[in-house]
């Protein structure tokens, strides 16, 4: 049957329960349950319980607060991910972050510090995520970059007159 014939199926690597598209301006405070995915522009601060990851196209200014983080869009504020922050080839993140488990990929901006965090206690209750937060931080990492030594040339006696013996 030829009805069938332009039907598309995609497959998404990722199972992700709220999407939000390039071209969609959000500004305000979002509240959202689930993994969610952003290509979109937001001014304001973003609440997940699960994962919530910024796509290429996306751009938030505000803080993010969620349970996993990974950025390969651009960010401008704090990030909070109670477990793992990923910070992917491409994306840019100018703020500060707070997480148990960070991982920077080669190619990725930071500029800002990060807190490293206890690990979150998880429990499930009839399929509910809940998470107990332990304000306790276990260390605090600062990144700078160093300016790099002065080469020093082969011949240190370049200008000055050989002595004779």
Same mark, same amino acid.
């Given at each position: 049957m030829e009805i069938f014939d332009n039907i598309r199926v995609i497959n998404w690597s990722l199972s992700m329960d709220s999407y939000f598209e390039k071209g969609i301006f959000l500004k305000g405070t979002l509240w959202l349950k689930g993994d969610v995915h952003f290509g979109a522009h937001i001014?304001?601060? $973003?609440?997940?319980? @699960?994962?919530i990851t910024i796509g290429a196209s #996306? =751009?938030?200014k505000g803080n993010i607060h969620s349970y996993d983080f990974s950025n390969s869009g651009t960010?401008?504020? /704090?990030?909070?991910?109670?477990? *793992? &922050?990923t910070l992917m080839k491409g994306g840019s993140l100018? #703020? /500060?972050?707070? &997480? =148990?488990?960070? $991982?920077v990929d080669e190619g990725s901006e930071f500029g800002g510090r990060c807190k490293m965090i206890d690990a979150p206690e998880v429990k499930r209750s009839r399929g509910?995520? @809940?998470?107990? *937060?332990?304000?306790k931080p276990r260390k605090?990492? *600062?990144?700078? !970059? !160093?300016?790099?030594?002065?080469v020093e040339s082969s011949s240190k006696n370049e200008g000055e007159p050989k002595s004779s013996d």
């Amino acid at each position: 049957m030829e009805i069938f014939d332009n039907i598309r199926v995609i497959n998404w690597s990722l199972s992700m329960d709220s999407y939000f598209e390039k071209g969609i301006f959000l500004k305000g405070t979002l509240w959202l349950k689930g993994d969610v995915h952003f290509g979109a522009h937001i001014e304001g601060e $973003v609440h997940s319980n @699960d994962h919530i990851t910024i796509g290429a196209s #996306g =751009y938030v200014k505000g803080n993010i607060h969620s349970y996993d983080f990974s950025n390969s869009g651009t960010v401008e504020g /704090d990030v909070f991910s109670e477990n *793992k &922050t990923t910070l992917m080839k491409g994306g840019s993140l100018a #703020g /500060d972050i707070s &997480t =148990y488990q960070l $991982v920077v990929d080669e190619g990725s901006e930071f500029g800002g510090r990060c807190k490293m965090i206890d690990a979150p206690e998880v429990k499930r209750s009839r399929g509910k995520l @809940d998470i107990e *937060k332990k304000s306790k931080p276990r260390k605090l990492l *600062k990144l700078e !970059r !160093r300016p790099k030594p002065p080469v020093e040339s082969s011949s240190k006696n370049e200008g000055e007159p050989k002595s004779s013996d």
